[in-house]
């Protein structure tokens, strides 16, 4: 499989995730566990990974990042 990267990054809502959990003042362990309440199996190191851009971030992780950091997912994507 090969692997893709869009400026350097593997994602292009890492920023987006870190600056709407910053916000909300959660922790990365504290946005974990609520996205393992809502379903989506990911732990603390995979946030990081994910914010720093070192990590892909499948359709259904962001459509549960959307819900539970309050923000859309044109947001998350640099739309708005």
Do not use: P
């Amino acid at each position: 499989m090969k692997i893709y990267d869009y400026n350097g990054k593997k994602n292009i809502s890492g920023d987006r995730i870190h600056q709407a959990r910053t916000a909300k003042r959660l922790s990365q362990g504290d946005l974990a566990a609520k996205m393992q309440v809502s379903g989506v199996v990911i732990e603390r190191e995979a946030i990081s990974k994910i914010e720093t851009g070192d990590r892909f971030v499948a359709d259904y992780e962001l459509r549960v990042f959307s819900e539970v950091l309050g923000v859309s997912l044109d947001w998350l994507t640099g739309k708005e």
